[in-house]
C-alpha cells in the first residue's frame, strides 16, 4: 500500500526544483566566468574588483532596511493585503536610493574604490530594487519567473563580461558595468512580470503597517551587516594586511564554496516559504525535523565530495597567478557547510518572526570572526582568513541550533551531525596541509556513506 506524500512535501519539493533551475544556471555561468576573471584581470584588479562589490553588499542592508526581506514576510501572511507592502517597499526603497546618491562622494575617503564610487552606488541602487521586485514575484507565486529571471540576468551579466573585458578589455570598469547593467535591466523586467505596476494602482498608504513592516525588517540590517562581516569584513582586512594580490587569491579560493552556496540558496528561497507557510497553517515540528535530516546530510555531503577534487581541478579550473588558491578551499568548504545548517535555522526565525533573535545570534557569531580575523590574518596571512570564517559559521550553527530549540521541538539526529562534521573536518585538515589527500578523502567519503547509508535504511523500515 503506497503512502501518500503530503502537499506541504510536495510543494517544497517543486519550489526546490524551480529554484534550483533558476540558481543553478546562475551559478553556473558566474562559475564558468571566473576563468574569464582570471585571464583578464591581473589578481590585483580582480580583488580590487570585488572588494568594489563588497563594500556595496555593505552598503544595501543600510540604505533598504532590509525593507525587501519584510515585504516578503508580510506579503505572504495573513490579513495584508500584498499591493499595500508592496508600496511601503518603493517608498523605503526610493528613500534609500536618494539618500546613497547625495552620500556617494564621502566613499573618496577610501582610496582603494574612490575611482569607483559611482558605479559601486550605481550598483547599490539597482539592487535595491532588483530585489525588492524579485521578491515581490515570491510573494505573488510565480516562482518559475523569478528563476527564469535569475538565469536572464546571469546570461546578460556573462555576455557583457565577455565583451567588455574579453573584447574591449575595460578591466575593473568593465567589471562593475556589466554588474549594474544586467541588474538594473533584470530590476526593470521584475517590475513588469510581477505585476507590481498593476498592483501599485490600488495600493494605499498604511503608515501602521508600515511601521509594522519595519520594527520586523530593521532589526535585519544589522543581521545582514553581521552576516557581511562573517563573510566579506576578512577581504577588508587581507586588502589592507597583507595586499591587493592575496585578496585575488583568496577571491578566487572562495569560489569553490560557492558551489555549497548554491543548495544553501536553492533550499532556502524554498524552504523560506515553506516554513512561513507550515507556521501560519498547522506549524507542524515533524515537518521541520525531517526536513533538517535530509538537508545537514546534503550540505556536509556535498563539502567532503568537493574538497576530495579540489585540487586537481584548481589546476587547470584558474590562471597560474592563483595556482596556489587551491589549498584554502577545504577550510571555506567546512565554513560554507555550517552556514547552510545555520541559514536552515535563519529560515525558521523568519517563519516565527524573531528577527530580533536572527540579529543577536548573527551578531555574535560576527564579533567572533572580526576577532579570529584579525590576530589569525595578523599572525597566518590567508590561513588566518580562512580560519576564521568556518569558526564562525560553526559557532552561528551551534548558538542558532540552540535558541530555535526554545521555540520548536526539532527532532535532529545529532549522532549522525557529529559525525558528518568529524569526517568532513579530519578530510579538511588532511587535504588544506596537502598530507595524503587523495586517501584521506577516500576514507571520508566511503565513512560518510556507511554512516549516512544506515540512517535512510532504519528510516525505510
Known sequence: MSMQVPMKYKRLVRDTGIFALGSAGTKL??????????????????????????????????????????????????GFRTCDTLLSGLIVSSIGSVAVLFLTPALVLYPAISEWRWLLSAYVVASLFNNLFMNYLKVKDRNRTYAVLSILQTLALATLNIVLLGFYHWGIAGYLLSLVASCGANSLFALV??????????????????????????????????WWVIQSSDKIMIDAMVGAAALGIFTVASKIPAMINV??????????????????????????????????????GAAIVLTAIVKPFMAIYVGEAFAASWQFVPLLLASSAFSAI???????????????????????????????????????????????????FALLFIIRLIDVGRYLKIELNKSILAANILIMLAEVGFVSLDYCGPLASALAIATFAAVNGRLLLRRKR
Open 29 to 78: 555561468v558566474l562559475f564558468f566566468l571566473v576563468p574569464l576573471y582570471t585571464h583578464f584581470m591581473s589578481d590585483a584588479e580582480y580583488g580590487i574588483a570585488d572588494l568594489v562589490v563588497t563594500v556595496s553588499q555593505l552598503i544595501i542592508p543600510f540604505a533598504s532596511l532590509s525593507i525587501f526581506d519584510g515585504v516578503l514576510r508580510f506579503g505572504l501572511a495573513k
Open 193 to 226: 512580470l510581477s505585476g507590481a505596476l498593476t498592483d501599485l494602482k490600488t495600493a494605499t498608504i498604511r503608515k501602521g503597517m508600515t511601521k509594522q513592516i519595519l520594527a520586523y525588517s530593521s532589526p535585519l540590517v544589522l543581521n545582514s551587516i553581521s
Open 263 to 300: 543548495i544553501i540558496s536553492i533550499f532556502s528561497q524554498a524552504w523560506g516559504l515553506s516554513s512561513i507557510r507550515e507556521y501560519e497553517s498547522d506549524n507542524d515540528t515533524r515537518f521541520y525535523s525531517n526536513v533538517l535530516n535530509i538537508y545537514q546530510a546534503i550540505a556536509f
Open 342 to 392: 545555520a541559514s536552515y535555522y535563519g529560515s525558521l526565525y523568519l517563519a516565527l518572526r524573531k528577527s530580533l533573535n536572527n540579529m543577536w545570534t548573527t551578531i555574535a557569531a560576527a564579533l567572533v570572526n572580526l576577532i579570529t580575523n584579525y590576530f589569525g590574518i595578523m599572525l597566518f596571512g590567508i590561513w588566518g582568513a580562512a580560519i576564521g570564517t568556518m569558526v564562525s
